[in-house]
Nanobody, 125 residues
Framework: QVQLAESGGGLVQAGGSLRLSCAAS????????MGWFRQAPGKERDIVAA????????YYADSVKGRFTISRDNAKNTVYLQMSSLKPEDTAVYYC??????????????????WGQGTQVTVSS
């Protein structure tokens, strides 16, 4: 059974940093795109960043470009999201997700098949 376990969320002041981790188990995803999404109260779940299977191709939402960095360690079956210069509008539940189709790079929510339970990130002003 595939499981994705996020960690690293919490409360931080504006301008601060957090690093999210997502460890996958039950299957190896070294040929799959992995991504981070977020959902704020009353809003839809949107993509934050995605990374292809070998880390060469990445995508960032405009709102986080230059502040967030996505990376992965295939040996650990883990994806990371380094968040810097955090703003109150970054407050949301952050979810990691994996696309099941190997070698395909996608950024739409509907393309992702496996999801974690989410970790809360709260940025105070």
């Amino acid at each position: 059974q595939v499981q994705l376990a996020e960690s690293g969320g919490g409360l931080v002041q504006a301008g601060g940093s957090l690093r999210l981790s997502c460890a996958a188990s039950g299957r190896t995803f070294d040929r799959n795109t992995m991504g981070w999404f977020r959902q704020a109260p009353g809003k839809e779940r949107d993509i934050v960043a995605a990374i292809n299977w070998n880390g060469v191709v990445t995508y960032y939402a405009d709102s986080v470009k230059g502040r967030f960095t996505i990376s992965r360690d295939n040996a650990k079956n883990t994806v990371y999201l380094q968040m810097s210069s955090l703003k109150p509008e970054d407050t949301a539940v952050y979810y990691c997700a994996v696309e099941q189709a190997p070698l395909r790079f996608a950024v739409r929510l509907s393309d992702y098949d496996y999801w974690g339970q989410g970790t809360q990130v709260t940025v105070s002003s």
